[in-house]
T-cell receptor, first 112, second 113 residues
Framework: KQEVTQIPAALSVPEGENLVLNCSFT??????LQWFRQDPGKGLTSLLL?????REQTSGRLNASLDKSSGRSTLYIAASQPGDSATYLC???????????FGPGTRLSVLP | NAGVTQTPKFRILKIGQSMTLQCAQD?????MYWYRQDPGMGLKLIYY???????DKGEVPNGYNVSRSTTEDFPLRLELAAPSQTSVYFC????????????FGAGSRLTVL
């Protein structure tokens, strides 16, 4: 069965820290993986998309890596800010399907 | 503005009523999706469509129906609403291949009493 898990479920850090969010998936035959941000009561905003052939993608203070062989992706946030507080979700599309499977998310709080 | 538009944003239904959640996109995306998100949970796929006239079930399709008569529109029909269908519903769309970033609507919050 296609499954996506995320650890930790929640994370609280002081402002300025670098942090890592983890996403694990079953079956390495993925097409791509996306990271999203969701603010409370809002929709999802795409942060980064990593194609199956790529190892990482960067956007500003965000860096996402992909290791298909171990079934893992990490989202690295540098110099965290209170405005980064949100829930971060990863979603995987496998080669043999057209849909995306989401993880449960990591709720991040960055304290001033 | 280009994107995915969902209506209504909020709705309260009584048990047994029916309604349709509307979703429209103006990006000429082939793929469209309906997800539901329960409190504190990730998103679960209800139905999806890879093009006009083609739909398929996702993980949690029971109690719902969809149609895709045009590329732009993908309405979700709730028949005989039940309290278990209280949730936030998200519509999304993407291109079928390449850097197919999934673009989401703002969501529709449904309460069934």
């Amino acid at each position: 069965k296609q499954e996506v898990t995320q650890i930790p479920a929640a994370l609280s850090v002081p402002e300025g820290e670098n942090l890592v969010l983890n996403c694990s998936f079953t079956d390495s035959a993925i097409y791509n993986l996306q990271w999203f941000r969701q603010d409370p009561g809002k929709g999802l905003t795409s942060l980064l998309l990593i194609q199956s052939s790529q190892r990482e993608q960067t956007s500003g203070r965000l860096n996402a890596s992909l290791d298909k062989s171990s079934g893992r992706s990490t989202l690295y946030i540098a110099a965290s800010q209170p405005g980064d507080s949100a829930t971060y979700l990863c979603a995987v599309r496998w080669n043999y399907g057209q849909n995306f499977v989401f993880g449960p998310g990591t709720r991040l709080s960055v304290l001033p | 503005n280009a994107g995915v538009t969902q209506t209504p944003k909020f709705r309260i239904l009584k048990i047994g009523q029916s309604m349709t959640l509307q979703c429209a996109q103006d990006m000429n995306h082939n793929y469209m999706y309906w997800y539901r998100q329960d409190p504190g949970m990730g998103l679960k796929l209800i139905y999806y469509s890879v093009g006009a006239g083609i739909t398929d079930k996702g993980e949690v399709p029971n109690g719902y129906n969809v149609s895709r008569s045009t590329t732009e529109d993908f309405p979700l029909r709730l028949e005989l609403a039940a309290p278990s269908q209280t949730s936030v519903y998200f519509c999304a769309s993407s291109y079928p291949s390449g850097a197919n970033v999934l673009t989401f609507g703002a969501g529709s919050r449904l309460t069934v009493l």
